[in-house]
């Protein structure tokens, strides 16, 4: 019985190799490539500790577009060049601060300027504050809004199971919230920061002001001090706030893309872009956002490149300048691409954190989108990605869809925890898992394989 039961499973060893595809054998060969010889985890160790946070504009931008160049030579790129790139120069200009005043009470709140943000004076404000949950309550209660410091206190919402659904339902707050406050006579905002966490760290990100109001300081808040304020204003009717802080904007200088290629063996004018951003904020590291997104990409090349992969088109590598701030980067690759005529084939992007990777979210025309579906996610499933949909593609390669009209992607790893991280002083190093982190460069390496070898026709 027992030689009878090892023959069955020898002979279905056998069978089940025989039966694997040429691809999957190739996908193989990625994973244990990355899993063994991988340098995504020490790449990101380098970026993170060595660059460390790295705004728009700063010169940590500078130190990081260096790393990038060195990183992608590392990896094997066959050429590795700058794109120049105009990016914005907001600077925080020192540590931001904030009191919660209840009568002659006062305490520490923790808070972080929004990028973008105005600064105030060196005496800062002092004002009464005022608690606004919606933009509808803000218009019903516009009248008494003048001369208050408006206090957002719109909350993350926990119904949302892919998380980034409730970041988008929050993040208004942010972006608009100071010109719709100061329409109305408000001397700066405090947001409550937009994160499930349970911890206090606040949480900043770009905000926008409109050319009609004038520009007031806005500010986020920690999730326990914001609870914090509304508890002391439901308490009392005279609570203030003091805020402080420096921030400002100087002129837009230079930044750069950071482009490294794997020349394509038969079309080498196509090319398939894969990518992350480079920038981040300052209060951390960037190591979610986006640092995995940067050693994802440039593993996708080392990986591809160091099993003896010889792609048909060219594999470039890219990594963004300036996603967070204004977009620049993205959009500046992709006109320069217009403005040269080159062909493009596929933009794919990691910008949604390093966990386990579970899916890609495509913009892809419903007819080619059936062979994702059927022949190349059963293929990635031993690797974590199971699914896919369609909608979203990526703020960086965003352009080039809309430019080209071409098929685009977004790894989209498990978003429990991002918003734990995203924008807030522990988006560190230690808070990546080296395991996740290859996963979802396996992924990405072995979707540009399967485009590369098979188009979307
Ligand atoms: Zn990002």
């Known amino acids: 019985m027992i030689r009878l039961l090892f023959t069955l499973c020898f002979t279905l060893f056998f069978c089940s190799l025989f039966a694997q595809s040429d691809d999957s054998v190739l996908i193989r060969k990625i994973a244990d490539e990355v899993l063994v010889n991988g340098t995504a985890y020490s790449n990101l160790h380098n970026l993170t500790k060595k660059v460390g946070g790295r705004l728009t504009g700063s010169p940590q931008m500078y130190k ?26 907001w600077v925080r200009g020192g540590k931001d601060e904030a009191k919660l005043i209840v009568g002659d009470k006062q305490e520490s709140l923790a808070v972080l300027a929004l990028g973008n943000s105005v600064g105030t004076d060196a005496k800062g404000i002092t004002a ?12 019903q209660r516009k009248d008494e809004i003048k001369g208050k410091i408006v206090f957002y206190n719109y909350k993350f919402s926990p119904k949302f199971i892919e ?22 006579g408000a001397v700066a905002v405090l947001v409550r920061s937009i994160t499930n966490s349970t911890d206090n760290f606040p949480h900043t990100g770009a905000m926008r002001y409109d050319n009609i109001n004038p520009k007031i300081p806005a500010l986020a808040v920690g999730l326990w001090d914001a609870d914090k304020i509304a508890n ?23 930044g750069h893309n950071v482009i490294g290629e794997f020349t394509g063996t038969e079309f080498p004018d196509q090319y398939i872009t894969v990518g992350g951003h ?77 966990f386990t990777p579970r899916s890609f979210s495509f913009v892809i025309a419903k007819d080619k989108a059936e062979i994702i579906r059927s022949k190349w996610i059963p293929l990635l499933q031993p690797y974590g990605v199971y699914e896919f949909s369609v909608g979203y593609g990526g703020a960086d390669v ?31 190093f230690e808070n990546v898992n080296k395991r996740e982190l290859e996963l979802g460069a396996i992924n990405m390496a072995a979707l540009i394989y399967l485009v590369d070898k098979y188009g979307f026709n």
């Open 278 to 354: 480079l920038d981040s904020w300052d209060p951390a590291e960037g190591a979610h956002d986006d640092g995995t997104g940067v050693v994802h990409s440039i593993e996708v090349l080392r990986a591809l490149k160091a099993i003896g992969y010889k792609p048909k088109h060219t594999i470039r590598v890219v990594l963004f300048a300036d996603e967070e701030n204004r977009g620049d980067g993205g959009l500046k690759y992709a006109s320069e691409a217009k403005a040269k005529n080159e062909k493009h084939i596929f933009g794919l992007e990691s910008d949604a954190g390093g």
């Open 398 to 428: 965003e352009p080039l869809n809309s430019t080209f009209g071409i098929p685009i992607a977004e790894l989209n790893p498990d978003s429990q925890r991002y918003f734990d991280y995203h924008h807030s002083p522990n988006d560190v």
């Open 128 to 139: 009464q504050v005022i608690l606004i949950n919606t933009f509808d309550e803000l218009e």
């Open 64 to 89: 990081a577009e260096e790393w990038g160049q060195n990183a992608l030579k590392d990896a094997g790129a066959d050429k590795v060049y700058l794109q120049e790139c105009n990016v914005p120069r």
């Open 163 to 184: 998380t980034f659904l409730g970041y988008v339902d929050a993040v208004r707050y942010r972006g608009a919230g100071a010109s719709r406050a100061s329409k109305y």
């Open 232 to 254: 002391a204003i439901g308490k009392n009717n005279d609570v203030k706030i003091f805020i402080k802080t420096n921030a400002h904007t100087l002129p837009d200088t230079v």
